[in-house]
């Protein structure tokens, strides 16, 4: 729900004069989720909101949607004509100077950057410098209260006892010359997150061998492969509990559907092992002694272990993804791959840490869920994190 004092205090926090959120037809639902605005109710007309550091908010809207704005604070101006919204937009930002926007230079975070150069380029024309307004977006879309804190760590009790779930049917399955299929495993796990009440956006990854070496392969009619004794099983599963407001656990983990593991499969294993808890370690020791740390720096923590390894140009993706209501949540990335991912890992905020090596024959990922409490303390979520690959058929 919106809460003016607390926008307020972020903003004066990060030292800006205000914040001005902008959205056209749905263009930029970043602006939209902070007011809260109905997902299903789409003007068809441009409006402004901004809201100062100190002081009355102040409204723009089209005169044929008069009432867009009316459940927020402030006070009102409509326009008809284009010239009256350009003078609109110079009377909400009147003597501001630095005013945070849906933006980000150059483009560099397409996460945060929602509001198109145009309007950027009419702002600017006020006399207002419009500074990235990610940090501010993760105060009202990233951070969890403690209902959701609860619902994370409970889903994560369920996505942890889904592998011990996964793992045993595929070696009942495999052992003595059987086979199952992904398409099998997948539904088990379903099966699983149902009977658990929980609920996910999309099937689970279940990669055996070559299929484990692409990131976001997904099982197809045509693709569906049985797994074998011998086989090498990578399984990505993610899930909520189903509860409005509950957000997502998301891990990954690794197997060997047989009595011991190949070395091969265990040495590119413990490389990712090790960029894993490089960056846990990079976030941990940032957080105790209350410094600053922005995403780039936990990806370069973890890439720096598997580049120095000589594997650099295996690992094809970002080190991890913010976590919320979604999979993958509008907080900050664990980037400076894709994007350099300059907004600050904040207490309340959770994300992955999922370094992965992904070799024509088989590919390896481990993934963690990192959260941070508002005590600033560091939680690794979903059990003990994956030491070695699982030898399925041990005993």
Known sequence: MFNLPSVQKAIQDLGLDGWLLYDFRGLNVLARRVLGLNPEHILSRRWFYFIPAKGEPRKLVHRIEPGALDAYPGSKQSYLRWQELEAGVADLVKGAKRVAMEYVPRNANPYVSR???????????????????????????????????????DAAVHTRSAYDVAFQFIAGRTRGGGSVKES??????????ERNGLETDHPPIVAVGPHSGDPHYATTPESDTPIREGDFVLIDLWAKLKRPRAVYSDLTRVAFAG??????????????????????????????????????????????VIDEAGYGPYFCHRTGHSIGQETHGNGANMDNLETREERRVLPRTCFSIEPGIYLPEFGVRSEVNVYIDARGTVHVTGGDPQMSVTPLLAS
């Open 115 to 153: 509001v198109d150069a145009g309007t950027v380029e009419l702002v600017r024309a006020c006399g207002v410098e419009v500074v990235p307004s990610g940090d501010l977006v993760q105060f009202f879309e990233a951070c969890w209260d403690d209902e959701q804190e609860k619902t994370h760590f």
């Open 184 to 193: 099998e495993v997948i539904r088990c796990i379903l099966d699983h997150f």
């Open 259 to 304: 009595k011991q593991v190949p070395p091969r499969y265990e040495e590119i294993f413990q490389i990712v092992r090790r960029a894993r808890d490089a960056g846990i370690d990079c976030v941990k020791g940032a957080f105790a002694v209350k410094k600053p740390l922005q995403g780039w720096q936990v990806d370069d923590a973890t890439r720096r």
